[in-house]
């Protein structure tokens, strides 16, 4: 019997081992996501090639603004990134 129970311990901790392996595989695979980050009107302008005053004045028309707080304008970095490739299409 304790041949048995040896044996069986050793299959567990192989099938332990095995789960672990099998998780990091799967993290390697995985798309690295950076954090979103917040971009001032000036930035935002920049990379849409527009001037800060006609974003300020077209902010409400995009899905990636974001008003944090009274009097405060910030752009989604990913969400005008995706906006971007839409647009490229």
């Known amino acids: 019997m304790s041949?048995?129970?040896t044996l069986l311990?050793?299959?567990s901790t192989l099938e332990v081992?095995?789960?672990?392996l099998l998780a990091e595989l799967m993290a390697?695979?995985?798309p690295r996501h950076e954090p979103d980050?917040?971009?001032?009107v000036q930035e935002a302008a920049t990379?849409?090639?527009?001037?800060p005053d006609w974003l300020y004045r077209h902010a409400d028309e995009f899905c990636f603004t974001v008003r944090p707080g009274p009097g405060q304008l910030r752009f989604s970095h990913q969400g005008l990134q995706?906006?971007?490739k839409e647009q490229r299409g």
């Not at 980050?37 to 001032?40: D, F, H, S, V």
């Not at 990379?47 to 001037?51: D, K, N, P, R, Y």
Request: net charge neutral.
């Open 3 to 5: 041949d048995r129970s």
């Open 9 to 11: 311990g050793e299959l």
């Open 17 to 20: 081992r095995r789960a672990e």
């Open 28 to 30: 390697l695979n995985m």
């Open 37 to 40: 980050r917040l971009l001032t």
């Open 47 to 51: 990379i849409l090639s527009v001037t």
């Open 82 to 84: 995706d906006y971007l």
